[in-house]
């Protein structure tokens, strides 16, 4: 079981809102302090480690650019949204940032709220008004990366790619 | 149950008789392309082995020729790893340069019934060759150059069955900004264009729709293939392809039929294209700053083409900004040959060497504060082109080249008036 305490953003939180377009050849450490700059200033010195983000429909439409890393590097726990968008997905997956789908979820938390995500279970557990949500399964392999830190540890494991110190 | 086209080149790039949406595919890829901005030192790593270097490019196209020394770096790592593996398909600055997807196209890269896999979001450009592409992040790009392998999760298809044929002045993007505007996102599905209204359009135009694809957030967007799309890819690249049709009975999430001759021009409104197409009427008048024709969708010959036709002669309006840039440097040299370039400039254009460039607000046309843009590009996020209260409109490149000229948003019509389509 995880417990994050909940952000609440709407439909479509495109890419290039969480890393801003200026910011694709900054550090990841400056990337992380960009995120929502346009749209929701100063929430990087609000986020806390094991925080929720509750999003809408498409959350992380648009670019291939790694928004998903800004996102785990901000400290978020994990992530729910009514529909994710597949290329983000991917990231989320390759960069080890815990995100699923969990249709009603935009009405079911408020923003402060805590959130409870059971990955065995699939459900999503809003305490203050007990409501119970079943969250779409995330294939086992998938999960097992996204868990695991992502791609870059299984490459290094293979051999495929040489080890760097520090995260990706 | 049959399959749709995407699904039957998954199945087959997979080793497996059949896909159904919710699997998992894993699939071998035939096309891994890398860019410069692959090279960042935040994603890339010291890559220990190239599953087939034969089966890589890379493409270098974000910021060409190099805008920053970052950039400069990114290049220079990119070069060596080429260098190092072998991998002769390299389109580094200069005659070969261009935008990914268009250089995959000019080049027929993009082989149909194959897997293409690309760090660029727009990849499913490629689906107008048939070919099962998909944009990916940086670390599934290292994981196919070093596995020779891609996951994808196979999503419901919507097939849209074109028929009839577009009127002068009307373009691919306008069928784009139809289907945005109608029908908008496509989250977790894959698209498939199909019927006999195809068969009428160039491959630039299935490439324009296909592009835009990435813009209602669909996973594979694709092209039935046709006779015209096979001589093409024959006469330009040797390996093996496979033209892949749909089964009879294939089973879609939804078909849905367009009729070409019933588009309109339209224009999206700025933040998204989603749900957000308006007639060109609603928005005549609004004063621009900047006018933008580029980016992998709309730098192609035949929209250099339309720009010149509807600029020639005239001036772009004082105080707005035109600038126009060719997909590819190889498309650029043909706009110079057919006289387009000469035409532009002459109108008061600026034509750019080949690049993501304006596009992707990373140089040669960023927007200042307030201002605001009409573009024939790709996307009209909050902030993509440049400071986030600029605001951006989406159209054609004919309604584009002519708002430029009248400093406005305003339609073309006036300038294909007596043409049959």
């Known amino acids: 079981m995880r417990n994050g305490r909940v952000w609440k953003f709407g439909d479509n939180i495109n890419t290039d809102l969480m890393l801003p377009g200026p910011y694709l050849y900054r550090s990841s450490e400056q990337q ?21 983000i509750v999003g809408g429909f498409n959350y992380g439409m648009g670019s291939s650019r790694p928004a998903a890393r800004s996102i785990r590097n901000c400290g978020v726990g994990f992530l729910l949204a009514e529909t994710i968008n597949g290329l983000f997905f991917r990231n989320a997956v390759n960069y080890g940032l815990l995100a699923c789908e969990c249709p009603g979820v935009s009405g079911a938390f408020e923003e402060g709220d805590t959130a409870e995500l059971d990955i065995e279970a699939w459900t999503a557990r ?43 | 149950m049959g399959m749709t086209i995407t699904e039957k080149i998954l199945a087959r790039a997979g080793g497996v008789s ?3 949406p919710g699997d998992v595919a894993v699939v071998d890829v035939e096309t891994s392309c890398l860019l410069d901005l692959s090279f960042l030192p935040e994603g890339w790593r010291k890559v220990l082995k190239v599953a087939d270097p034969s089966k890589v490019v890379i493409i270098f196209d974000h910021l060409v020729p190099a805008p920053t020394v970052q950039a400069a770096e990114c290049m220079k790592t990119g070069r060596a790893f080429a260098k190092e593996f072998g991998i002769e398909r390299l389109h580094d600055v200069g005659a070969n340069q261009g935008i990914s997807h ?24 490629a689906g107008a060759f048939n070919c099962a592409a998909r944009g990916v992040g940086g670390p599934d790009m290292l994981y196919a150059v070093t596995t020779g392998k891609a996951w994808f999760r196979v999503g419901e298809t919507i097939r849209y069955d074109l028929t009839g044929a577009l009127r002068p002045g009307v373009s691919a993007k306008d069928i784009f900004l139809t289907i945005a505007g109608k029908w908008g996102a496509h989250v977790n599905q894959n698209i ?97 700053d900047q006018a933008f024709i580029g980016a992998c969708c709309n730098g192609t010959l035949d929209d250099l083409a339309v720009a010149a036709r509807v600029v020639q002669g005239r001036k772009v309006a004082a105080g707005t900004r035109f600038i126009v840039t060719p997909s590819t440097e190889a498309i650029h040299r043909a706009a110079i040959q057919a006289g387009y370039v000469q035409t532009l400039m002459d109108a008061g254009a600026i034509v750019t060497t080949a690049t993501c460039g304006a596009c992707v607000g990373g140089h040669m046309g960023v927007l200042g504060p307030d201002e605001v843009c009409i573009t024939a590009s790709t996307r009209n996020f909050k902030g993509r082109m440049g400071d986030p209260s600029a605001r951006i409109y989406m159209a054609s490149p004919a309604t584009v080249a002519a708002s430029a000229l009248a400093g406005q948003i305003a339609g073309a019509g006036e300038f294909f008036q007596g043409d049959v389509s």
């Open chain 2, 192 to 288: 498939e264009y199909g019927g006999s209204g195809i068969h009428g359009m160039s491959l630039n135009a299935r490439r324009t729709l296909t592009t835009m694809g990435t813009e209602l957030s669909a996973e594979f967007v694709i092209f039935e293939p046709d006779d015209t799309l096979i001589e093409y890819v024959q006469a330009r690249n040797p390996k093996p392809f496979f033209p892949t049709m749909p089964d009879q009975d294939a089973v879609y999430k939804e078909r849905r039929a367009v009729d070409l001759g019933t588009i309109e021009p339209l224009v999206a409104l700025p933040d998204t294209v989603v749900n957000n197409s308006v007639g060109i009427s609603e928005v005549a008048g609004r004063k621009i």
């Open chain 1, 32 to 52: 992380a302090r960009a995120v929502f700059m346009n749209n929701r200033p100063g929430w990087v010195d609000q986020v806390q480690t094991g925080d929720a």
């Open chain 2, 102 to 125: 268009a250089v995959i196209a000019d080049k027929a890269y993009a082989l149909p019934g194959t897997v293409l896999v690309n760090a660029d979001s727009h990849t499913c450009s």
């Open chain 2, 18 to 20: 059949k896909v159904s």
């Open chain 1, 126 to 168: 809003n305490p203050r008004t007990r409501q119970t949500l079943k969250v779409s399964q995330v294939p086992q392999q998938l999960l097992e990366m996204m868990l695991g830190g992502g791609v870059y540890p299984v490459l290094e494991r293979d051999g495929l790619i040489a080890p760097r110190v520090g995260e990706p």
